[in-house]
């Protein structure tokens, strides 16, 4: 064999040897490493040698590796003898070993003048390391002493030292940005630099300088904008900052918009792109802004780059939750990506069109997807099956196709995210489409049969309690229910009484067959199946009917954390001769039980506005002891502006309920930097002569930028209202002061006032909405004694899905057992509202909503009752 064949069955050898050893660095010892360290004391350095146990040291320090200090600062001081050697690949792993040491080491600041050193030397392969390594051990005091080179780095012709320099000027930001501010010139000679990523670095670090200063920020974005920029990274950086000033600011200048809309013609394909994505982004999008950028993506799904294709297909799944007409010019682009190659693609165009399609091609596209679902990984099998539960929401009268495709995968072997996915969307179809539940049940039953997750079994058996009892036929589903206890572990079975138990309490013809069964778990091994049906199996033995609905059917819907305070608070007062009252207790509107909705994976949909949370207003209003003596916390209201978001002083006002008081919190904030704010209160004044303030608590001290709050306590009214309309003044002392540093210009003051929106304090303040799991027992076992009926028009809605939801929210009720939802072409439709009353009283209604044939108005019907006369006629005030 010739001297080459050798050679080259030798690199062989050693590739194949390097492929079998695997991660050479797998089973390192950090001790062993450490030791080694001391290779870099010997004479004459071995460069070879240390570059390996510096590679070592650097993988175990990445793995998460604790070093104590000691011995990092050891290892730090051995790492710095490595400066003598010459070798260049040597001399960088020393400035990465630095900088990863720097935070555990002490005395770490001895290597500056080195690192100086080769920062300003001629070597080009040093500096970026060099100016790397030197910023992140720089403290804010040396900071200074380095300023010249950092200066004359950012603006260096070599785009590697510039580029280091610009990005370590970013990271020093949050350490000393008042020392980077000062290197604006220099940033801004950078944008004009001929290399590419220079550019981009640093326009974005001159965009970090300027990000609190918006009328700077509106500037650079102009700047820019017309000057255009040759570096792609930056432009698409620039398209970011100009898409969140629009996001920002609905009154921005339209020459932002007109360029984000210009770069659409760009010709980088990733400028293009950024483009498109951040116009279908902007919240507040009309059909003719968003077309352009349709029609680019469209163009990018025929692309023959698979990357392109994948970022418009993406994009498009996205805007199709918001804008699916918009999307739909697309459906013949997006029909041949379903034979894509790419399986990721594929899965993406299909889903698109299950959300954009016609019903007439449901059929069609299920098919499509069937061919193959099974080809693709589990995370794009969530995505298919978020798409069906979306389309099923459109066309809910495809569930006939729907729900025997999502069965069939719940039969494959899958994992439990996926598996969720399938049995959350089944469960959605059944709560949103009443002709879906039958179909619905008997396919989540025959998935529990042979189900392995205890969650989702669990999850099943207690839909199955709430909505089988409800059906046509339910003893049909008692044998599932009742197998689960034979065959399944102990949390199952439990969950498998409960929903026996439920059946009992609903259907009575039905209620002595379940208490035999009942019987049979009596003898069960385990404590908490023998427990639960031994009360259930006595409460539907001798418990009347309000009693089995309270306890069985309806379940505990008080705040956790207020339970927990009440509690300690009636603990901690030793005073126990009365009982614990339940009613001192915030309500819910949701059962502790109810099962928390999954969000989409991939496509997420656009997140609402959050209820307010009373917990944590709980805790900071129980921190203030002025409001100790009013008791616990009844309900909080969602935060409403009282100024415009562009006025220089913003007001949010939040209303808490107590007992017999009322609580308006003021979140204050102020705008404008060269002010001051002192003793900032807020002045309400009822025409009515009704509510009067009997506590005020003031901001002392309100600088720029920052949100306090200010308190007014009105304790409601000796006539009995519990609504009314104030209006409200903002109170102020200016203290001018230095825009730059904060600091005052004198000790003078002079008085100001700002007129805010009136406050409104409504009936709903003082009902915390609930939604009853069973809506006809709790009516029947409150008397028609205190019953009230009225009639009347309303005029200010059109539709009666739109006049169920306003009577809900003027009443403060919520509604049960999906009343709420109206089906399509309905003329009449009766929506079951409850409530808790401020004082612990239930509150409960009837509402027959109904189209008059002759002129197409809205009439409604309301029934309201109550334990108390005197609340049934508090509530019925707040429509008449």
């Known amino acids: 064999m010739s001297s080459g064949g050798k050679g080259k069955a030798a690199m062989k050898r050693d590739k194949k040897d390097e492929e079998a050893s695997g991660n050479i660095y797998a089973n390192l010892d950090k001790t062993s490493v450490l030791q080694e360290a001391r290779a870099f004391n010997e004479t004459p350095i071995n460069a070879r040698k240390c570059s390996l146990i510096l590679t070592k040291l650097l993988y175990i320090i990445s793995q998460g590796e604790q070093i104590g200090r000691t011995e990092a600062t050891e290892a730090f001081f051995a790492v710095t003898k490595l400066w003598q050697s010459k070798d260049a690949n040597l001399r960088r792993l020393v400035y990465i070993v630095v900088k990863d040491l720097s935070t555990i080491s002490d005395d770490v600041i001895i290597v500056t003048s080195s690192l100086t050193k080769d920062m300003t030397g001629r070597e080009d392969i040093y500096r970026p390391a060099a100016i790397r390594a030197l910023c992140r051990i720089t403290d804010t005091g040396m900071l200074q002493t380095i300023e010249r080179y950092m200066k004359q780095a950012i603006v260096d012709r070599n785009g590697a030292v510039a580029s280091a320099a610009l990005v370590s000027s970013t990271h020093l930001m949050k350490k000393s940005a008042e020392v980077v501010r000062r290197w604006a010139n220099e940033v801004q000679e950078s944008v004009s630099s001929d290399n590419h990523m220079v550019q981009y670095h640093a326009l974005g670090l001159l965009y970090h300088i300027r990000v609190n200063d918006r009328l700077a920020v509106n500037k650079l974005v102009q700047k820019f904008s017309k000057n255009s920029l040759k570096s ?161 929401g459109r066309y809910p009268k495809k569930h006939t196709v729907m729900l025997p495709f999502l069965a069939k995968m719940l039969r494959n072997d899958g994992s439990y995210d996926y598996k969720k996915a399938i049995v959350d969307t089944v469960i959605a179809i059944i709560e949103e489409n009443p002709e879906a539940k039958g179909t619905g ?287 409200a003044t903002l109170k102020f002392k200016v203290m001018d002061v230095d825009p730059t540093t904060g600091e005052p210009d004198s000790e003078d003051t002079y008085d100001d006032t700002y007129v805010l929106e009136e406050v409104d304090i409504a009936v709903s303040d003082s009902v915390q909405g609930f939604s009853k799991t069973s809506f006809n027992p709790a009516w029947d076992a409150l008397t028609d004694e205190t019953e009230r009926e009225e009639t009347f028009q309303l005029s200010s809605v059109s539709s009666i899905p739109e006049a169920v939801k306003k009577i809900s929210e003027i009443l403060g009720l919520a509604p049960c057992e999906r009343s709420d939802r109206v089906p399509e072409g309905k003329t009449q439709h009766t929506t079951f509202l409850s409530g808790i009353f401020r004082g612990g009283f239930e509150v409960l209604a009837k509402a027959t909503v109904a189209i008059d044939p002759h002129d197409n108005s809205i009439n409604m019907n309301i029934l309201i009752r109550s334990a108390e006369q005197v609340v049934v006629d508090l509530v019925v005030s707040a429509i008449v």
Not at 310 to 318: H, M
């Open 232 to 392: 792609p990274y930056a432009i698409c950086y620039l398209i970011r900052i100009a898409a969140r000033l629009l996001e920002e600011d609905d009154q921005a200048d339209s020459a932002i918009f007109t360029f984000i809309e210009s770069c659409l013609r760009h010709k980088s394909e990733m400028v293009v792109y950024e483009a498109a994505s951040a116009i279908v982004s902007l919240p507040n999008i009309t059909a003719s802004e968003l077309s352009p950028a349709i029609t680019v993506l469209q163009l990018f799904c025929s692309s023959p780059k698979a990357a392109l294709r994948f970022a418009a297909v993406r994009t498009l799944n996205k805007v199709s939750i918001k804008h699916p007409n918009s999307v739909m010019s697309c459906n013949v682009d997006l029909e041949k990506l379903i034979s894509d190659s790419n399986r990721s693609i594929a899965t993406l165009a299909i889903t698109t069109l299950l959300k954009t399609g016609r019903e007439c091609t449901v059929e069609k596209l299920m098919t499509q997807i069937s061919g193959f679902v099974n080809e693709i990984s589990d995370e794009f099998k969530i995505v298919v099956v978020d798409a069906i539960r979306s389309l099923c």
């Open 441 to 727: 049940l008997a396919y989540l039953c025959e998935f529990i049969e042979d189900c392995e997750h205890e969650t989702l079994s669990t999850r099943v058996l207690h839909l199955l309690g709430r909505e089988a009892p409800r059906t046509n036929n339910p003893s049909s589903y008692i044998r599932y229910i009742y197998n689960r206890v034979i065959l399944e572990k102990s949390k199952v079975r439990a969950a498998a009484v409960t929903a026996l138990a439920k059946f009992g309490a609903q259907c009575v013809d039905l209620r002595e067959s379940i208490k035999v069964l009942l019987k049979r778990c009596l003898l069960d091994s385990d404590d908490e199946v023998r427990d639960r049906a031994t009360f259930y199996l006595n409460m539907l033995t001798t418990a009347p009917p309000t009693v089995i609905s309270n306890f069985l059917l309806d379940g505990l819907q008080v705040s956790p954390s207020g339970l927990e305070r009440a509690v300690l608070e009636y603990l901690r007062g030793n005073s126990f001769a009365s009982p614990f009252d339940l009613k001192v207790v915030p309500v819910t509107s949701q059962p502790l039980s109810q099962p928390q909705k999954r969000v989409p994976t991939i496509d997420e949909a656009l997140e609402a506005p959050k209820p307010a949370k009373k917990e944590p207003y709980a805790e900071k209003l129980a921190a203030i002891p002025d409001f100790a003596a009013l008791g616990p916390l009844f309900k909080s209201s969602p935060r409403t502006a009282l100024t415009e978001s562009v006025a220089e002083y913003t007001v949010h006002l939040i209303k808490h309920t107590f007992a017999n008081s009322v609580v308006l919190e003021f979140d204050c904030k102020n705008t404008l930097n060269d002010q001051l704010l002192l003793d900032v209160s807020i002045e309400v004044e009822d025409p009515e002569q009704e509510w009067t303030p009997r506590l005020s608590i003031p901001i002392q001290k309100l600088p720029y930028g920052e949100a306090q709050s200010s308190y007014i306590v009105l304790d409601f009214p000796d006539s009995g209202s519990i609504s009314g309309t104030l209006a």
